[in-house]
């Protein structure tokens, strides 16, 4: 019986240091979102597209790569980015 829960205790540890393993590997540390100006600058080595919606929802600008420049006035926006398997999502005010 000990032999057996060892087993299991083995098992689910190395499940679950599995799963620790691709979350730290999925981690967006390199996505950054920047203002120059009145300029909204998106970069990530892993992004693959981003984009800019109002807070209506209607799609305003849509870049593609690994960079993206968004000209904003002031307000309130949503952006989505697809970087790596996953989707950033950022509120943007702009006062």
């Not at 790569?65 to 999502?89: C, D, H, I, S």
Request: hydrophobic share 40%.
């Amino acid at each position: 019986m000990k032999k057996v829960l060892i087993s299991l205790l083995a098992i689910v540890s190395l499940v679950a240091g599995g799963t620790l393993t691709y979350a730290a590997k999925n981690t967006n540390d390199n996505f950054t979102v920047r203002f120059r100006e009145n300029t909204l600058v998106v970069t990530s080595i892993q992004m693959q597209e981003a984009r800019i919606y109002s807070m209506d929802g209607k799609l305003l600008l849509k870049e593609r790569g690994n960079y993206a420049e968004f000209e904003l006035n002031p307000g309130t926006y949503r952006l989505y980015a697809k970087v790596g398997n996953g989707m950033e999502r950022r509120r943007i005010e702009l006062r």
